[in-house]
C-alpha cells in the first residue's frame, strides 16, 4: 500500500507576494496524493521552539479566495528570535541545530518544502548534516530575482507590477506639475526590478548597479528629454562616488542643483506586497506541483526552477556554487552574481532603444 506522507511547509526570509499561492497549492495537491501538509511558523524559528510551531493545513486553513494575498500566512519569522541567521551571528548554531534536529524528530515529516532566497537555501545547504534524512525540497522567492538557475523566482513579477503601479500614479502627478520623480526601486545589488518597472513605466532613465552611469549625462538627458516630467528609476543599490544617503537623494540633488524641478519617491515595502498576479500564481501553481512530483521522486536537496518555458528541479549544490558573489571587475566594491543583470539583457537594448538613459556601458 501506498505511504501517507507527512510533509512540512515553510517560509523564510523577506516576504513577497504569491506565498500563500505556493502554501495553498501545495497543501491542495499533496492532499489529493493522500498527504498531510503540517505549516512550520516564522521559518525556521518555528523549529527553534519546544513543541515545534506548526500547524496542520487543511482547506479550510488558507482558503483558495486566500491565496492571492501577499504576506506569507505562515509569517517569515521574527527579528528577534533563534534562526539560522541569528545564530550564525550570535554564535549560538550549535544550539539552534540541536533544537532543530529535536523538532524534526517531534514532526517526524517525511519532506520539507522550504520557500526562500539565497540566504535561506545557501543555508539550508551548509547545514544538511543537521536535517539529515529530511527530503528537503526548495522553492525559490525573492522580488530582487538574484537567484541562480532560475529565470524567474515567485514575487518578481507582482513586485515590478506593483513598482509600475507606483509610478504611473506619480507620473499624472509630474506632468501637471512639470517635475520629475526619482523613485527608488529595491533590488539589494540587482537591477532586475528596476529595469524591468522602467521599461513598463517609460522611465526616462534606469539606474541599476550592474551598468556604469555618468551622473552628468543623466542630468543632459533630462534637460533635453522631449518632456518637462516624467520618471527615473534608481535601484536601491547604485553608488555614487563622493555622495552618501539614500540613493534616489543622491540623484535628487544632482537634479536640483542643475535647475530641474524634482522629488523623490520611495515605495519601499509596497514593492513586496500587493494581490498576486497572475503570472506569479501561475509560477507559483508550476512550482508547488514540481516540488511534489520531487517529493514523489525522493529527490532531495533540490531547487525547483524555471528554464525557459520548462519548470524542473536543480540541485542545491549546484544552486550554491552558481550563485557565489564575487567583486564586478568592471565596478570596485560592487558584489556580482552570474543571476544579476548582464551586460547581454536584451532588455538593456530596448531600453536604450525607447530613449531611456540606462548607463554608459554598452
Ligand atoms: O530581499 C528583498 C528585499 O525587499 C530587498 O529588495 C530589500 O533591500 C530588503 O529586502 C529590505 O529588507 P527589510 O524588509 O529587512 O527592510
Redesign the pocket.
Known amino acids: 500500500m501506498k505511504k501517507t506522507k507527512k510533509i512540512g511547509i515553510m517560509t523564510t526570509?523577506?516576504d513577497?507576494s504569491g506565498l500563500n499561492t505556493v502554501i495553498q497549492r501545495v497543501a491542495y495537491g499533496a492532499r489529493l496524493r493522500g498527504w498531510e501538509t503540517w505549516g512550520i511558523l516564522d521559518g525556521t524559528d518555528g523549529l527553534s521552539v519546544t513543541p515545534p510551531a506548526a500547524i496542520k493545513i487543511d482547506d479550510l486553513t488558507l482558503p483558495i479566495e486566500n491565496a492571492r494575498l501577499a504576506g506569507s500566512f505562515l509569517h517569515n519569522g521574527r527579528a528577534h528570535a533563534l534562526n539560522f541567521e541569528t545564530a550564525v551571528h550570535r554564535g549560538k548554531v550549535d544550539l539552534f541545530n540541536k533544537r532543530l534536529r529535536e523538532s524534526l524528530d517531534q514532526l517526524k515529516l517525511d519532506a520539507l518544502i522550504l520557500i526562500g532566497?539565497n540566504g535561506s537555501l545557501s543555508l539550508a545547504w551548509s547545514n544538511r548534516k543537521t536535517y539529515r534524512d529530511l527530503q528537503l525540497v526548495c522553492i525559490p522567492k525573492?522580488?530582487?530575482m538574484d537567484m541562480p538557475l532560475t529565470d524567474r523566482t515567485i514575487g518578481f513579477d507582482t513586485a515590478v507590477q506593483q513598482l509600475t503601479s507606483f509610478c504611473d500614479q506619480l507620473m499624472l502627478t509630474a506632468r501637471s506639475h512639470h517635475r520629475w520623480f526619482v523613485v527608488q526601486a529595491?533590488?539589494?545589488d540587482c537591477g532586475h526590478?528596476a529595469l524591468n518597472a522602467g521599461v513598463a513605466v517609460g522611465a526616462r532613465a534606469i539606474l541599476i548597479p550592474e551598468i556604469k552611469f555618468d551622473i552628468n549625462a543623466l542630468v543632459n538627458h533630462i534637460k533635453n528629454a522631449p518632456t518637462d516630467y516624467g520618471v527615473i528609476i534608481v535601484s536601491?543599490g547604485i553608488t555614487m562616488r563622493g555622495h552618501s544617503g539614500r540613493p534616489a537623494d543622491m540623484v535628487l540633488r544632482k537634479l536640483t542643483a542643475a535647475g530641474l524641478i524634482a522629488r523623490a519617491a520611495f515605495p519601499e515595502?509596497t514593492?513586496?506586497a500587493g494581490d498576486t498576479i497572475a503570472s506569479d500564481r501561475i509560477l507559483a501553481a508550476r512550482f508547488a506541483d514540481c516540488a511534489l512530483n520531487a517529493i514523489e521522486n525522493n529527490e532531495t536537496y533540490v531547487m525547483t526552477a524555471l528554464d525557459g518555458d520548462n519548470v524542473h528541479t536543480v540541485t542545491l549544490a549546484d544552486f550554491v556554487s552558481a550563485g557565489e558573489e564575487m567583486h564586478d571587475p568592471k565596478i570596485p566594491d560592487l558584489m556580482t552574481s552570474n543571476a544579476y543583470v548582464s551586460p547581454d539583457e536584451p532588455l538593456l537594448n530596448v531600453a536604450r532603444d525607447m530613449g531611456i538613459y540606462i548607463g554608459e556601458q554598452k
Open positions: 526570509g523577506g513577497c532566497g525573492t522580488i530582487d529595491m533590488g539589494r526590478l536601491e515595502h514593492q513586496r
